[in-house]
């Protein structure tokens, strides 16, 4: 009798692993891309901002976003993080749009500003780095965007 049930849970187990294996094989990471950023209204002495991004869900299944850790460089210096959790539910193969609020760093800020002092420059590299944590065996998916931003009239 003990044996039967240790049968049935080896099988189980087993069972288990090899569908998750599988979920993990189909299962495509979001694309997301920021839309949108802003300086917001100052509050006392911290400088927040607002982050738009644009969430693909490139997945047969409705992905739930239980949370976001974030951060957005400039020049190699982290000047904000935040973190997230009322976030959307992004249907499959659909697409959302999700709106945070950053807080600067204001020691960063103050050393990325003395830089532009001495050095003036009309681009600067950015980079928006993200962990999104969908539960259960797809935590952890880290996103990364980077680019350059030009502060230069634009010509027509």
């Known amino acids: 009798m003990i044996n ?77 993080a935040g973190v997230e959790n009322d976030l959307p539910m992004i249907e499959a193969y659909g697409e959302g749009d999700i709106t945070l609020t950053a807080t600067a760093d204001l020691i960063n800020s103050i050393s990325l500003f003395a830089d532009l002092v001495r050095q003036p420059r009309d681009t600067f590299t950015y980079k928006f780095a993200a962990n999104l944590d969908l539960g259960g065996i797809y935590s952890g998916i880290p996103i990364e965007n980077e680019g350059r931003i030009s502060l230069a009239p634009m010509t027509r």
């Open 4 to 80: 039967i049930y240790k049968h049935v849970v080896y099988i189980s187990t087993v069972a288990l692993l090899v569908s998750c294996a599988g979920l993990q094989k189909d299962f495509k990471e979001p694309t997301v891309s920021v839309t949108s950023f802003r300086a917001l209204a100052l509050e006392g002495m911290a400088l927040r901002f607002e982050i738009g991004l644009h969430v693909i869900n490139p997945n047969r299944m409705a992905i739930v976003l239980e949370g976001m850790s974030y951060t957005v460089s400039i020049e190699g210096r982290q000047i904000l």
